[in-house]
């Protein structure tokens, strides 16, 4: 794999990768696995990021093999950004998360993929389980067994936001699922980057409420981003992280106090 991407092994450093995966940097790229039901994913979403049209936003580009593959042996290698994760303009990133979501339809008609790629519905992490029950209407994933207070908080979140109904269904898009972890600002002062790509499939509308949410959980954003999304799309995003917390995280279970507090008063701020 190494040698495919033209690495050396002593310049390895180790990274944090996507969807808890270790990632490595080698020089000017990130190499970064692929578990294996995910090629289909991995391949997508090289092709249409390859394809894109950055404007109003950068976003991380894939790189190929020598043999000419975005993955390689279950490995793809992406090009590395300088910079620092942005914790202080949240209305930089969500309109980073604007124009890069208004950019994936086109680069995806472009490159001649699927819109709505197949392998959406192929997937089985928890992520994927929570939008299918928070935006979609899927049941609830068995993997949740928490006690009476984590489910009346999910409630209170669900009360607020349930799932997208068939006319905001019809809008939905493959979108950046984790961009309020996920945007940095370059140090060579061009503006913001998106890296770590996880694809999910709901409305550009609930991601961006999404990333005020977790602002302002989180991070210690303005409490005043909440009052630019519809208190729906706000209730879904909680009930996004409650659930995906809910399913017994290794994230939780280090601080599962502290994240009860954060999403109660969270939901205090949204009147749940």
Known sequence: MLKAFGVRAEGLLPL?????????RAGDLVLKPLQAANHDEGEWVA???????????????????FGGRWVEDGWTAWEWFEGEHERSDWRAVIAAGDAFHRAVRPAAEKAGVDVRPAWLDARGHRWALAEATVWHGGPLPVRVNRGELESTLFARAVALGPPLSAEEAGRCQVVHG???SNVLRLRDGSGHALIDVSPGWRTPQSTAAQIAIEAVTWFHGPHDLL??????????????????????????????????????????????
């Not at 990768?17 to 990632?23: K, N, P, R, S, Y």
């Not at 995003?237 to 939780?252: H, I, K, P, T």
């Open 16 to 24: 944090a990768g996507a969807l808890e995966q270790t990632a490595w």
């Open 47 to 65: 092709t249409v990021l390859d394809a894109i049209v950055e404007d109003g936003f950068r976003v991380i580009k894939p790189v190929r093999a």
């Open 178 to 180: 984790d961009i309020a």
């Open 227 to 272: 009052d630019e999304f519809a208190p729906a799309d706000l209730g879904r995003a909680c009930a996004f992280r409650l659930l995906c917390g809910l399913q017994v995280s290794a994230d939780w279970a280090k601080d599962f106090p502290g994240e009860l507090k954060r999403w109660t008063r969270t939901l205090e701020l949204l009147g749940a």
